[in-house]
T-cell receptor, first 113, second 116 residues
Framework: DAKTTQPTSMDCAEGRAANLPCNHS???????VYWYRQIHSQGPQYIIH???NNETNEMASLIITEDRKSSTLILPHATLRDTAVYYC??????????????FGKGTKLSVIP | GAGVSQSPSNKVTEKGKDVELRCDPI?????LYWYRQSLGQGLEFLIY????????KSGLPSDRFSAERTGGSVSTLTIQRTQQEDSAVYLC??????????????FGPGTRLTVL
C-alpha cells in the first residue's frame, strides 16, 4: 500500500485559503488520491479525489504534482466550520480484504477567527 | 438526497449484553461497509458487503461480532456478550459499487457504543 505523510496540525485564519499537504512518494501509477475530513463527533466526510490531473469541486481543489508523489488540498476560503481532521488516502486496488479505506493520523486543521 | 443513516446514535450497555446497530445505506448503493473508531484512533475495517455476494468478514475482531444485510439494503451489526474494549464509534459507509477501486464511500454519523 502506498503510505501517506501529513503534518500533524495546521492553523489557518478564517477567510484565508487553507493548503493541506500530503506526501505519497510510493504511489502506484493507477492509484487515486482521496481526501476525507472528520469534524469532531461526526462520521468522515468525502471531499475530493484525483488521479493525476488537478480537480475542483464545490468544497475544495486538489493539486497533484506531475510526478504524483505529493498533493495539496486547498480550501479556498476557510471558515470555522472547516475545523476538522483531514485525511489523505491512497486507494489500494480492490481484492480480498482490501476494499476498505485506511485512514492515517491526518492533519488537524484549526481555523482561527 | 438522503445520506447514510445509523441508529441508535448512542448506545450504553452493560458488559455481557448483546447489542444491535443499524445502518441504512444511500438508496441504490450496492456496497456497504462497517468500521469502528476507538477514542483517538483511526478507522478499523470490520466487514464489507457487495450486492448478493458473500461478505468480506476479514476485519471482524472476534466471533462475538456478526453482521447481516437484508434485501441488499439495510444492515445490522450485532455484538454478542459485549466487553468494555468494544466501546467505540461504529461507522457505516456505502458506495455505488465497491468492486471499482475509484468508488467513493459515504459515511453515516456513527453509533457511539459505551460498554459499562
Amino acid at each position: 500500500d502506498a503510505k501517506t505523510t501529513q503534518p500533524t496540525s495546521m492553523d489557518c485564519a478564517e477567510g484565508r485559503a487553507a493548503n493541506l499537504p500530503c506526501n505519497h512518494s510510493t504511489i502506484s501509477g493507477n492509484e487515486y488520491v482521496y481526501w476525507y475530513r472528520q469534524i469532531h463527533s461526526q462520521g468522515p466526510q468525502y471531499i475530493i479525489h484525483g488521479l493525476k490531473n488537478n480537480e475542483t469541486n464545490e468544497m475544495a481543489s486538489l493539486i497533484i504534482t506531475e510526478d504524483r508523489k505529493s498533493s495539496t488540498l486547498i480550501l479556498p476560503h476557510a471558515t470555522l466550520r472547516d475545523t476538522a481532521v483531514y485525511y489523505c488516502i491512497v486507494r489500494v486496488q480492490p481484492g480480498a480484504g482490501s476494499y476498505q479505506l485506511t485512514f492515517g493520523k491526518g492533519t488537524k486543521l484549526s481555523v482561527i477567527p | 438526497g438522503a445520506g447514510v443513516s445509523q441508529s441508535p446514535s448512542n448506545k450504553v450497555t452493560e458488559k455481557g449484553k448483546d447489542v444491535e446497530l443499524r445502518c441504512d445505506p444511500i438508496s441504490g448503493h450496492t456496497a456497504l461497509y462497517w468500521y469502528r473508531q476507538s477514542l483517538g484512533q483511526g478507522l478499523e475495517f470490520l466487514i464489507y458487503f457487495q450486492g448478493n455476494s458473500a461478505p468480506d468478514k476479514s476485519g471482524l475482531p472476534s466471533d462475538r461480532f456478526s453482521a447481516e444485510r437484508t434485501g441488499g439494503s439495510v444492515s445490522t451489526l450485532t455484538i454478542q456478550r459485549t466487553q468494555q474494549e468494544d466501546s467505540a464509534v461504529y461507522l457505516c459507509a456505502s458506495s455505488l459499487d465497491g468492486g471499482r477501486w475509484t468508488d467513493t464511500q459515504y459515511f453515516g454519523p456513527g453509533t457511539r457504543l459505551t460498554v459499562l
